[in-house]
């Protein structure tokens, strides 16, 4: 059975890029209250993406080292963890650090950001890089999950 | 906490967390502090990276950045990012090819 712990990871880091696409899409054209409402968003989506962050680190370190792992290194797709397990569970890392810099950025510019047009394209930017990002490691997980599923398959005979 | 602050803060963890990672892999030792320390490689990771934000976003530089001096320095984050996305993957597949 899939653990739970791996759907509320993902749940929690979609929803984290989801807020990310809204600060995006509230930027595009400011206000003073579509900037209010993107510091609220990306405040969320901050929360969002460091919950995901503490229960994906759970579950990797509770169940997939031990359990799913050696299953994948044994199958005809190492390369499933000892390429892109590998990369996801770092990439990781840099999310809730972005997503902190560009709450920050809406904290200290809120009343700013209508007149200072290149820091509104940036934190643009930075919100683009922090869903894209999201989309990337849901993408590996997806594979590191079809890798084991696989592996499972071939070992059940 | 102003956004200078926070924003070094983020380019350094990120920096750390691919400088332990490829280290860590290169030097076994390493690896063997790391994971000896919390009992995990990637919880001490993960809390070294931590750190180092906390450390730099409370006491770093306190300075009000221009509209200029906050793109560039959202700018140096995506960069940070961009690139350590793209040391990782070369390193991993590097290191499964070799």
């Not at chain 1, 199958?75 to 390429?83: D, E, G, N, T």
């Not at chain 2, 995990?40 to 990276?49: D, E, F, P, R």
Request: charged residues 15%; aromatic residues 12%; positive net charge.
């Amino acid at each position: 059975m899939v653990h739970p712990l791996i759907g509320i990871h993902a749940a929690l880091g979609e929803l984290g890029a989801m807020a990310f696409l809204w600060v995006f899409v509230e930027l595009l054209n400011p206000t003073e209250a579509r900037i209010r409402r993107a510091k609220k968003v990306a405040f969320a989506g901050t929360v969002f993406l460091v919950l995901s962050w503490m229960s994906g680190g759970y579950y990797y370190v509770a169940y997939y080292g031990s359990l799913v792992k050696p299953l994948i290194k044994e199958s005809v797709q190492p390369w499933a963890h000892q390429v892109i397990m590998e990369v996801k569970e770092h990439i990781f890392l840099f999310l809730p650090f972005l997503a902190a810099f560009v709450s920050s950025v809406l904290a200290e510019y809120k009343d700013k950001l209508e007149k200072y047009a290149k820091t509104r394209r940036m934190t643009m930017w930075v919100s683009v890089i922090i869903v894209a990002v999201s989309l990337m490691i849901a993408a590996l997980g997806y594979v590191v999950s079809t890798a084991a599923r696989a592996a499972l398959e071939v070992k059940a005979g | 906490m102003k956004v200078n602050r926070i924003g070094t803060g983020a380019i350094w963890a990120i920096i750390s967390v691919t400088g332990m990672t490829i280290i860590g892999e290169l030097v076994k030792p390493v690896k063997d502090v790391l994971a000896a320390a919390t009992g995990h490689h990637w919880i001490t990771k993960s809390v070294l990276a931590v750190i180092v934000f906390l450390l730099i976003a409370v006491t770093g530089r306190k300075k009000t950045l221009s509209d200029k001096g906050a793109y560039v320095l959202g700018m140096k984050v995506a960069v940070a990012v961009i690139v350590c996305i793209i040391a990782l993957f070369a390193f991993f597949v590097w290191e499964f090819l070799k």
